[in-house]
């Protein structure tokens, strides 16, 4: 007697699955290397090596007309 789980079925339903997420896969990674991404994706690369972040930073004390101190509006 053999277990239902053991059904060819099963077999060819894992096979395709495997065969959907591969294909899937390498989309994203054709996707990925093509030629009109690859200047941002070099931004993106050098964005740690910048002296001036983008953007409060945390720690040091806000400059300008709305320094409130944390305190509610």
């Known amino acids: ?5 053991m059904d060819s079925f099963w077999g060819h339903l894992t096979g395709a699955v495997t065969v959907v997420l591969m ?3 390498i989309g ?11 200047s941002t994706f070099k931004r993106m690369s050098e964005l740690p090596m910048e ?3 983008e953007g409060p930073v ?3 004390p806000r400059t ?3 320094n409130n ?5």
């Open 1 to 5: 007697m053999s277990h239902p789980m």
């Open 23 to 25: 294909l899937i896969f």
């Open 28 to 38: 994203i990674w054709v996707w990925a290397w093509r030629k009109r991404h690859r």
């Open 51 to 53: 002296d001036k972040p």
């Open 58 to 60: 945390p720690g040091q």
């Open 64 to 66: 300008g007309k709305n």
């Open 69 to 73: 101190k944390g305190e509610q509006p």
